[in-house]
């Protein structure tokens, strides 16, 4: 089994900046991709930014040139900058990773638990 454990989450004034952390442990043999997404209030959940194995990154529009994502491949953790907030990037935002553990066939997506994010205005 593996845990995706997230950390940095907050309350913070417009403009300000938060980082996200999201650390994965368990039977892993290796992690393609990793990455963060986000939850609304009434809205579905949406794709913020991806990263691979190999540090090809993809990323919302509507947070691009503002939030960075990054990882640390020796330590499974994937962190997500996010500078100049806004009050509509107030979400849950959630840390996902798709894992190939050493005794399954094929990989499996896994997901954290989420951790709240509060942009005021």
């Known amino acids: 089994q593996v845990q995706l454990v997230e950390s940095g989450g907050g309350l913070v004034q417009a403009g300000g900046s938060l980082r996200l952390s999201c650390a994965a442990s368990g039977s892993i043999f290796s992690i393609n991709d990793m990455g963060w997404y986000r939850q609304a209030p009434g809205k579905q959940r949406e794709l913020v930014a991806t990263v691979t194995w190999g540090g090809r990154k993809n990323y919302a529009d509507s947070v691009k040139g503002r939030f960075t994502i990054s990882r640390d491949n020796a330590k499974n953790t994937v962190y997500l900058q996010m500078n100049s907030l806004k009050p509509e990037d107030t979400a849950v935002y959630y840390c996902?990773?798709?894992?190939?553990?050493?005794?399954?066939?094929?990989?499996?997506?896994?997901w954290g638990q989420g951790t709240q994010v509060t942009v005021s205005s």
């Open positions: 996902a990773a798709e894992v190939q553990e050493s005794w399954r066939l094929s990989p499996v997506n896994y």
